[in-house]
């Protein structure tokens, strides 16, 4: 029985603070890709609510990425074409999750504001 209680314990820390992790990932992604373009943190995540955010990152950040990749704001000099190889990358869709829980965690209605420094 206490083996069973200390495994459930310890399973329930481990996934809280896993789901913290993907947060804090996400900022770094954010502060590293899409600062440069978008300002802080605060100001895109907070332009969308949560299901809006959903609806972007769906298909591991297929729209988002179809987005940029279409957005007519993005020049052809040598930052526009690292956008473009970034949101087509494997990189992006492996680790787009961890940008969608950041955009989730900060949303318009989520009532919680991000520190981007």
Known sequence: MKKLLIIT?????????????????????????????????????SLKKKKEWDELMK????????????????????????IKKYFKSKKYFKKSRHLKDFLYEYAKDSGNVPACN
């Open 59 to 82: 298909r591991k950040g297929k729209p988002l990425s179809d987005i940029h990749l279409k957005s007519k704001n993005i020049k052809n000099d040598k930052d526009g074409k690292k």
């Open 9 to 45: 314990i310890l399973g329930l820390f481990f996934s809280l603070t896993n789901s913290n992790a993907a947060v804090y990932k996400g900022q770094k992604i954010y502060i590293k890709k899409c600062r440069v373009c978008h300002s802080s943190g605060f100001d895109l995540a």
